[in-house]
């Protein structure tokens, strides 16, 4: 008896006072653990912890056959896209072009009927594992060979209809635009990591003055 009273001792922190009587049912999560300790490992019974430490044996009951901590709500969770479904998703951005231009937070709106039944998480988690990655579309022009041999076509031509220094003091130079059709804001595409961001390059519009 002795034992079990250095214990208890030990336990139940002597320099912390217990009270006699709890109005509430539950004990602190503490105290719990406390109560399990008790019962578990100095083999107390139920009546004994209630005289050691002035808890009722409700209460003593009540925290040795529930967890020591909260437990959260189980929150239903909708099902992982599988790799049949992954292959849906992935015959969808190939379709057409335009999906790519969706953006990933309107996936569950936009995807095929079957794929609605997932998650927004889910879905930009399988569009991450299929390699699709959302990307911000660059503003300038894609240069390529035939529309660089155009613009030296036509730097030559200027110079032919204006060879002399002084026919060029009238003229000035600039590349600043600001009314186009397009938003000024970034758009953003979701391309495979196989394919070049530059061919979703904005394409410039014939301006508004």
């Known amino acids: 008896m002795a034992t079990r009273s250095l214990a208890v001792t030990q336990l139940l922190n002597p320099s912390t006072p217990q009270r006699k009587r709890f109005k509430a049912l539950n004990l602190t999560r503490d105290q719990r653990i406390q109560v399990k300790a008790l ?23 009540t925290a040795y056959t529930r967890p020591a901590t909260p437990q959260k709500a189980k929150v239903k969770r909708k099902g ?3 790799t049949p479904q992954k292959q849906q998703l992935h015959d969808w951005f190939e379709e057409s072009e335009a999906h790519k231009f969706t953006a990933l937070y309107n996936l569950p709106n936009k995807v095929p009927s079957p794929l609605r039944s997932f998650g927004k998480l889910a879905l930009i988690q399988a569009t991450l594992n299929l390699s699709y990655l959302s990307r911000i579309r660059p503003h300038d022009i894609l240069r390529t060979p035939a529309n660089e041999r155009h613009r030296i076509v ?32 970034s758009k953003r595409v979701i391309i495979h990591n196989t394919e070049d961001i530059r061919d979703y390059s904005l394409r410039r519009r014939k301006r508004i003055s």
């Open 80 to 82: 992982l896209i599988r």
């Open 154 to 185: 036509w730097s030559q031509l200027q110079l032919r209809l204006q060879p002399n220094p002084e026919d060029w003091e009238n003229v000035a130079f600039s590349d600043e635009t600001w009314a186009v059709n397009d938003p000024m804001g």
């Open 39 to 61: 019962h578990q490992i100095s083999q107390l019974t139920y009546s004994e912890i209630h005289h050691q430490t002035g808890f009722s044996e409700r209460q003593i009951q």
